[in-house]
């Protein structure tokens, strides 16, 4: 991880930056990690419904956002010299992982489909901030 890439709204990390390879050399392809658990539960249930193949045929019928994506992949591909598309697909129509264009909407920015991914994933956050559970206090 290379720093937050977005935050919730109540301030836990949504989104980390990830670092263009590991500790131990190896490449890590996407910028960008959900890390919101609601939010990677909303985006499972999208997925388990056949979103990556519809939001695939969306892009192959519609011409604009085929070319937003394309817009969105080269940024993503310019981010610390990374050159892979968003969620790392050698074929950047190939959707892959609704997860990671959520993920570069939120982090990024001015991503038509990742917006469309969150407004589907609605709602974006949880309403009581219960991630919070999850985090470990440091040892003193």
């Known amino acids: 991880m290379a720093g937050v890439g977005?935050?919730?709204?109540?301030?836990?990390?949504?989104?980390?930056?990830?670092?263009?390879t590991d500790e131990r050399g190896h490449p890590f392809p996407t910028a960008f990690y959900l890390t919101?658990?609601?939010?990677?539960?909303?985006i499972d249930r999208l997925e388990s419904?056949?979103?990556?193949?519809?939001?695939?045929?969306?892009v192959a019928e519609d011409p604009e956002l085929a070319a937003s994506l394309d817009r969105s992949?080269?940024?993503h591909a310019l981010i610390d010299d990374r050159g892979?598309?968003?969620?790392?697909?050698?074929?950047?129509?190939?959707?892959k992982c609704l997860h990671a264009h959520a993920a570069f909407e939120l982090a990024a920015g001015d991503h038509?489909?990742?917006?469309?991914?969150?407004?589907?994933?609605?709602p974006r956050w949880c309403d009581d901030g219960r991630c919070a559970s999850y985090l470990v206090e440091p040892a003193n």
């Open 6 to 20: 977005a935050r919730c709204v109540y301030g836990y990390p949504a989104v980390t930056q990830q670092a263009p």
């Open 36 to 42: 919101c658990p609601h939010l990677v539960k909303q």
């Open 49 to 58: 419904a056949g979103g990556v193949v519809r939001h695939e045929q969306r």
């Open 84 to 95: 892979a598309a968003i969620a790392a697909n050698t074929d950047p129509r190939r959707l």
């Open 112 to 122: 038509p489909l990742g917006a469309d991914v969150l407004r589907e994933a609605a």
């Open 73 to 75: 992949n080269a940024r």
